[in-house]
């Protein structure tokens, strides 16, 4: 009887790590009424979780014939029990006590026609019962559990020892905490991903094309992540995983809120300084036209001065949304730099100040050496931000990855020019997405979408000519066609 009682206090004990080991919710809660029916050797078993309009079937077993209903390949369409204390496991929740039921045909003190007519139904045979209420330790009831036909040696139905309420009422309580914690932990992870998102949709309150740029990153990411999934792929990851590297994607720009949206949104070489140099030649031409009516110059002077003028502004205004200047644009630059005139109180001023020369001497793109290193900043930025975050275990590399998105295979990223054996998968799906969706992009302001296929050339010339991008990666990328239903 000893060792019977040891074999006992055993089992019970590897059911007890073995909830408090579970990660999975479905897993938890059928693991719950398992262990309590094992606990109690009972023949059949219900589970219900306390909603505000009552309690919820969430599991349902009967052994002897083969039933096993809820979670989520067997969903229960039962209404809940109401909190009314004429049914039993509502009285168990409402005055978070036991109830042990010899036998439901002769009990007179609650209704049992529920369980009767599904006796009926199914040709079972309900007769004694045990009905504990799972509360965690700060006394909170979570739920229900209801054991059904204790069952001897000889698989007989017996009422349930009372010896066996202490048991089933600890393991109760422990799985209530269990599923609490598992709460608690849904909850905070709910809260880190609405505050990502939040971080993302003040990006976007600045910068309308950027907040799509992540959001289509995470799209994009999230179908490539299925697709290595469903193909059984090696380098597929799992949901811990998953949930790091998407949110890496949520934060890698982050750092943007400290970019300034006249760098960040410069859609040509000038930006606004256009508006200042339109001003600048109106009012050249209204000096010339003063000179004119002073006669201090003639008329075929001013209509010469008013042509050059108009074909100098016309030329600014082209080269300034102009995709790429050759030779011939920069020695104009250059001329039209010597250029000057005399204002209104006869000091001579340069036609285009030294800023404005930078500008226009951008041989590609709209940024100037010196935006372009704010912009890249970005990610340093981004760095700072997330490294005074205190991430959960499993997204402890979130800050790493998100801000490493700039450095390339070949060392000519950055900030930090890091080189391949630096650079982990992780970093290297999420710089192929972040340059993906920059070609393709239909919202930026300084440049025109590019096409899916012009797109995935230059991705190949990164990855077979410059080496800057992972080539087998890519090639996995463009079979797993992630982009469908986004760009």
């Not at 009372?162 to 209530?176: K, Q």
Request: aromatic share 6%; net charge negative.
């Amino acid at each position: 009887m000893k060792k019977q009682t040891q074999n006992d206090l055993q089992r019970f004990l590897t059911m007890c790590l073995a909830l408090t080991s579970e990660r999975d919710r479905e897993a938890l809660l059928s693991a719950i009424l398992d262990s309590a029916m094992d606990c109690a050797h009972s023949d059949a078993g219900t589970l219900y979780l306390l909603e505000d309009d009552g309690l919820h079937f969430c599991r349902m077993v009967t052994r002897s014939q083969g039933v096993r209903q809820g979670g989520h390949d067997a969903p229960i369409t039962l209404p809940p029990v109401p909190l009314e204390e004429k049914y039993v496991a509502a009285w168990v929740a409402l005055h978070n006590e036991a109830i042990n039921v010899s036998d439901v045909h002769t009990d007179t003190h609650f209704d049992f026609t529920g369980s009767l007519r599904y006796d009926a139904m199914t040709g079972y045979c309900t007769q004694s019962m045990l009905v504990v209420p799972m509360s965690n330790d700060k006394g909170e009831l979570i739920g229900v559990t209801q054991l059904i036909n204790a069952k001897d040696a000889q698989g007989v139905t017996i009422p349930f020892d009372t010896s066996v309420e202490l048991l089933v009422s600890a393991l109760s309580s422990l799985s209530a905490i269990s599923i609490t914690n598992m709460r608690y932990s849904e909850q905070i992870t709910t809260l880190l991903d609405s505050l990502v998102r939040t971080l993302s949709t003040a990006i976007d309150e600045r910068s309308h094309y950027n907040a799509n740029h992540t959001r289509n990153m995470v799209r994009v990411g999230e179908h490539f992540l299925d697709w290595l999934d469903k193909t059984g792929n090696p380098r597929r990851f799992d949901e811990n995983k998953r949930r790091a590297f998407l949110m890496s994607v949520w934060l890698h720009d982050v750092g943007k809120l400290a970019v300034p949206l006249e760098v960040m949104d410069k859609d040509s070489r000038l930006g606004p300084r256009i508006d200042r140099i339109r001003a600048r030649f109106r009012a050249v031409n209204l000096l010339d036209r003063i000179a004119r009516l002073e006669g201090r110059i003639d008329e075929d002077e001013l209509a010469r001065r008013a042509a050059e003028n108009a074909d100098a502004l016309a030329f600014i205004e082209r080269i300034n949304r102009f995709g790429f200047l050759p030779d011939a644009d920069f020695e104009r630059v250059d001329e039209l730099a010597k250029r000057t005139f005399l204002d209104e109180n006869g000091v001579e001023q340069p036609l285009l100040t030294e800023d404005e020369c930078v500008c226009l001497h951008i041989r590609k793109g709209t940024l100037t050496d010196a935006e372009r290193g704010v912009m890249q900043s970005h990610v340093v930025v981004t760095g700072r931000i997330l490294s005074q975050m205190t991430f959960p275990k499993i997204y402890a590399q979130v800050p790493v990855w998100a801000a490493a998105h700039h450095e390339l295979l070949n060392g000519a990223g950055y900030p930090n020019h890091r080189t391949a054996d630096e650079i982990p998968f992780e970093v290297r799906l999420l710089t192929i997405l972040d340059i993906f969706d920059a070609l393709t992009a239909h919202d930026r302001p300084y440049k025109p979408p590019m096409s899916l296929e012009k797109a995935l050339g230059i991705l190949h010339i990164m990855a077979e000519k410059e080496g800057s991008i992972d080539p087998a990666l890519l090639a996995e990328f463009e079979e797993s066609k992630a982009w469908e239903g986004v760009i």
